[in-house]
């Protein structure tokens, strides 16, 4: 009898000492989606881009880290057609004063502070580098088995993409573009 409690003893010790190793679930780039829009004095704009790549960290079911990559020069817009402006504005925002895609292709985000805020929904934390210029970012993210989904609004102002801007240029009158624009992100994997 006293093996038998040792042993249990011994049992419980190393059941408490394993720890659960971390899984890495690679984001589905094709399948996933980024919704884009971006508000004027006068209106509004959307669009899509596309994740070029990305992965989310788990250990055991808890959402432990995350990283991204956001092709930016997938970027269209949705709301015009073709013809209509569609191609001025896709070549603007890709233009030098707005988001520079042939200098600056890529985009990324680094999960570094998760806080679990209900079961599968975490309040995020990353480092965003838009334009080769990092800031941090945060924002609620909430999982399944297999998809995540997060709306992310970003002051493009942090990033030097000022045009426009009514907080640069307080003259601009109904020119203004909101500074702030929203990602409507669904990720699967």
Known sequence: MKNLKSIALALVVVLSTVSVTAQTKKVNAAASTINWVGK?????HEGTINLKDGALVFKGKKLVGGTFVVDMTSMTVTDLKAGQGKEKLEGHLKAD??????KFATA?????KLVTKAPNVYTVTGDLTIKGITKPVTFDLATTANTANANVVIDRTKYKIEYNSASIFSAIGDKAINDDFTLAVALKF
């Open 40 to 44: 004027k004095v006068t209106g509004a």
């Open 97 to 102: 004063d707005f988001f520079g895609t042939d």
């Open 108 to 112: 990324t985000l680094v999960f570094k």
